[in-house]
């Protein structure tokens, strides 16, 4: 794929100046070319989040891609969807990307979701905090930790080997995408809104890295940070 660098960071990256995307975020850089994640992080995934669906009949929900909204305007109703995509390489990289657009183009709308995901990555913070455990290598987290998005409020604990993601399905794309293998996650609010508890995942995700974790305790638990 042809690509003309439009960041001083995106030369850098192209020009083979930068070939570690551990020092973008050791650096504080800000990636604005998703073009940068695709060369330093070639084996990149996605998943599609379903945050669409409807109360179908015999109930249940039927998930789907795109969330449709409907809103009045004066020349009658206007229709808006949306979509959600995460991006992360399974070890220790992970990013998500929400976006709105137009009916009727769902590819496009994947697109941006995805380009929109990979700006938005992080480096994952990940070690084994479960005192059943104690193996000391970075299977799960290495201690809890909250995250937040609108009424919906979550808590990841650390999990012994061999546990699995206790979460839900959509959930599981998100954790499993950024390399965790054991977790455990308490939810509160309105976690229907699939929109609101992945963006309260992600944020706890980030909050992880900004613990300033004691270098004995590093060692104990096996923490690893990306894939350093
Ligand atoms: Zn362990």
């Given at each position: 794929m042809e690509?003309?660098?439009?960041?001083?960071?995106?030369?850098?990256?192209?020009?083979?100046?930068?070939?570690?995307?551990?020092?973008?975020?050791?650096?504080g850089l800000?990636?604005?070319?998703?073009?940068?994640?695709?060369?330093?992080?070639?084996?990149?995934?996605?998943?599609i989040i379903l945050i669409g669906g409807s109360g179908g009949k015999g109930g249940g929900i039927r998930r789907t891609i795109v969330r449709r909204t409907t809103r009045m305007h004066k020349s009658g109703r206007r229709y808006k969807t949306s979509a959600m995509v995460v991006v992360g390489n399974k070890d220790g990289y992970v990013g998500v990307g929400f976006a709105d657009g137009q009916v009727s183009k769902t590819r496009e709308l994947l697109e941006k979701c995805s380009?929109?995901?990979?700006?938005?990555?992080?480096?994952?913070?990940?070690?084994?905090?479960?005192?059943?455990?104690?193996c000391g290598t970075p299977h799960s987290?290495?201690?809890?930790?909250?995250?937040k998005c609108g009424s919906v409020e979550v808590r990841l604990m650390p999990a012994p080997k061999g546990i699995g993601l206790c979460v839900s399905d959509e959930v599981k794309k998100?954790?499993?995408?950024?390399?965790?293998?054991?977790?455990?996650?308490?939810?509160?609010?309105?976690?229907?809104?699939?929109?609101?508890?992945?963006?309260?995942?992600?944020?706890?995700?980030?909050?992880?890295?900004?613990?300033k974790v004691p270098e004995e305790y590093r060692e104990k638990a096996g923490i690893r940070v990306g894939r350093e």
């Amino acid at each position: 794929m042809e690509w003309n660098p439009k960041t001083e960071l995106g030369r850098k990256v192209a020009s083979g100046e930068i070939t570690d995307i551990d020092k973008i975020f050791a650096d504080g850089l800000k990636i604005s070319e998703p073009e940068i994640v695709d060369a330093l992080l070639p084996n990149l995934e996605s998943e599609i989040i379903l945050i669409g669906g409807s109360g179908g009949k015999g109930g249940g929900i039927r998930r789907t891609i795109v969330r449709r909204t409907t809103r009045m305007h004066k020349s009658g109703r206007r229709y808006k969807t949306s979509a959600m995509v995460v991006v992360g390489n399974k070890d220790g990289y992970v990013g998500v990307g929400f976006a709105d657009g137009q009916v009727s183009k769902t590819r496009e709308l994947l697109e941006k979701c995805s380009k929109k995901a990979k700006l938005n990555l992080i480096p994952v913070m990940r070690g084994c905090g479960s005192w059943e455990c104690r193996c000391g290598t970075p299977h799960s987290i290495p201690f809890a930790v909250d995250g937040k998005c609108g009424s919906v409020e979550v808590r990841l604990m650390p999990a012994p080997k061999g546990i699995g993601l206790c979460v839900s399905d959509e959930v599981k794309k998100l954790i499993s995408l950024a390399g965790i293998k054991d977790v455990w996650c308490r939810t509160k609010g309105n976690t229907r809104t699939r929109i609101n508890l992945i963006k309260a995942v992600f944020d706890a995700l980030r909050k992880l890295n900004r613990f300033k974790v004691p270098e004995e305790y590093r060692e104990k638990a096996g923490i690893r940070v990306g894939r350093e």
